[in-house]
């Protein structure tokens, strides 16, 4: 197999892991930001304050976008997959 097609590969599929987890990512931070700017404002500085509300975007952001992740990732898999021929010369 070319080291050009390894790379390529490669590439797709750290593009496809970074494409599935920016959706998380943004409302982690997003949800980070707002708590510490509400414990900044309050002065309350509890750890599962800035834990919990956290946790939570994340899993609801994974939630609302979880079939729109196992869309790209199966294409992507089906990809590799429909191009076994070619890896394999």
Same mark, same amino acid.
Request: hydrophobic share 60%; net charge positive; proline share 6%.
């Given at each position: 197999?070319?080291?050009?097609?390894?790379?390529?590969?490669?590439?797709?599929?750290?593009?496809?892991a970074i494409l599935v987890t920016v959706p998380m990512l943004l409302a982690g931070l997003l949800a980070g930001v707002l708590?510490?700017?509400?414990? =900044?404002? =309050?002065?309350?500085?509890?750890?599962?304050?800035?834990?919990? !509300?956290?946790?939570?975007?994340?899993?609801?952001?994974?939630?609302? =976008?979880? !079939?729109?992740? @196992?869309?790209?990732?199966?294409?992507?898999?089906?990809? @590799?997959?429909?191009?076994?021929?070619?890896?394999?010369?």
């Open positions: 197999m070319p080291e050009a097609l390894v790379v390529g590969i490669i590439r797709q599929a750290i593009e496809v708590v510490s700017a509400f414990q =900044t404002v =309050t002065s309350i500085q509890d750890n599962v304050l800035a834990f919990i !509300p956290r946790a939570a975007a994340i899993f609801v952001v994974f939630a609302l =976008t979880f !079939p729109w992740i @196992l869309r790209v990732v199966g294409g992507f898999s089906a990809s @590799l997959l429909r191009r076994l021929p070619e890896f394999i010369r």
